[in-house]
């Protein structure tokens, strides 16, 4: 893992200077204020529009706290997971084809610290904008709603960022196999659809990045949230993997 202190300062630079860091901090903060203000006041926007019939207003339920949170885990989740693809589809694919990487290895660093730095900076990345994204959720759930366990909200957040890294370290791998950001994308997204497919499966459906959410509502909400070491294990297992598979393939690579 030689130089892997250097790489790794070298792509959290690239993120600032190319803006992804901060564009995709206020993506996710831009979700977390709306999810929300939407559970709230959507079934005031529907009523006003359906007014002339009572039968309709009558079936729009009244606006709680969970709803707040599902809507928050809805959006970070769907959009999280295309972030996270979108980030990583070209991160290795791009510097490939464009002979940077065989540049940057010509320096005395390994081709695992070249790896290892580059999805560590994307983890870093999705965590910053989770973070600000659970701030922002928190404080307006609490305006709008009531206040929530901030150990329980917290540890939803970390459940959220751990499955959108999966997505993202199985689209790093995708773009380590080829030599093109859109088959590395390809490859994320077919990931996601599997893994969306394998959720609604008995047993092993729970294990899934999707099926994190369960749990992370629970902790939000303060209810039971069951066994949620097993599936955090099982997801940080994929990531390795997933690192591990690329960088036994990008050491066998001609550049």
Same mark, same amino acid.
């Given at each position: 893992?030689?130089?892997?202190?250097?790489?790794?300062?070298?792509?959290? /630079?690239?993120?600032?200077?190319?803006?992804?860091?901060?564009?995709?901090?206020?993506?996710?903060?831009?979700?977390?204020?709306? *999810?929300?203000?939407?559970?709230?006041?959507?079934?005031?926007?529907?009523?006003? /529009?359906?007014?002339?019939?009572?039968?309709?207003?009558?079936?729009?339920?009244?606006?709680?706290?969970?709803?707040?949170?599902?809507?928050?885990?809805?959006?970070?989740?769907?959009?999280?997971?295309?972030?996270?693809?979108?980030?990583?589809?070209?991160?290795?694919?791009?510097?490939?084809?464009?002979?940077?990487?065989?540049?940057?290895?010509?320096?005395?660093? *390994?081709?695992?610290?070249?790896?290892?730095?580059?999805?560590?900076?994307?983890?870093?990345?999705?965590?910053?904008?989770?973070?600000?994204?659970?701030?922002?959720? &928190? &404080? &307006?759930?609490?305006?709008?709603?009531?206040?929530?366990?901030?150990?329980?909200?917290?540890?939803?957040?970390?459940?959220?960022?751990?499955? /959108?890294?999966?997505?993202?370290?199985?689209?790093?791998?995708? *773009?380590?196999?080829? *030599?093109?950001?859109?088959?590395?994308?390809?490859?994320?997204?077919?990931?996601?659809?599997?893994?969306?497919?394998?959720?609604?499966? @008995?047993?092993?459906?729970?294990?899934? @990045?999707?099926?994190?959410?369960?749990?992370?509502?629970?902790?939000?909400?303060?209810?039971?949230?069951?066994?949620?070491?097993? @599936?955090?294990?099982?997801?940080?297992?994929?990531? /390795?993997?997933?690192?591990?598979?690329?960088?036994?393939?990008?050491?066998?690579?001609?550049?």
């Amino acid at each position: 893992m030689s130089g892997f202190g250097l790489l790794l300062r070298k792509e959290l /630079l690239e993120q600032t200077r190319t803006m992804r860091l901060y564009v995709v901090a206020i993506v996710f903060a831009l979700f977390a204020i709306v *999810s929300p203000l939407t559970a709230k006041y959507l079934p005031d926007i529907v009523r006003a /529009l359906a007014g002339s019939q009572p039968s309709l207003v009558g079936l729009i339920p009244t606006p709680t706290t969970a709803d707040a949170v599902d809507q928050y885990l809805k959006n970070l989740t769907q959009f999280g997971a295309l972030t996270a693809i979108l980030l990583a589809m070209g991160t290795v694919a791009t510097e490939k084809e464009r002979g940077t990487a065989a540049f940057v290895l010509t320096k005395p660093v *390994s081709r695992a610290a070249f790896l290892a730095a580059k999805l560590v900076a994307i983890a870093a990345n999705l965590l910053v904008a989770t973070a600000v994204a659970g701030i922002l959720g &928190y &404080y &307006y759930t609490a305006v709008l709603f009531e206040s929530l366990p901030v150990d329980g909200y917290a540890a939803m957040c970390v459940l959220l960022w751990l499955s /959108l890294v999966v997505y993202a370290a199985l689209t790093f791998l995708g *773009s380590t196999l080829t *030599s093109s950001a859109a088959a590395g994308a390809g490859i994320g997204i077919v990931f996601l659809v599997v893994t969306g497919i394998i959720s609604a499966l @008995p047993t092993v459906g729970q294990y899934m @990045p999707e099926s994190l959410a369960l749990p992370a509502r629970a902790l939000a909400l303060g209810l039971p949230s069951g066994d949620v070491a097993a @599936p955090v294990v099982v997801n940080v297992a994929i990531v /390795l993997a997933a690192a591990l598979l690329a960088w036994l393939s990008f050491r066998r690579q001609e550049l």
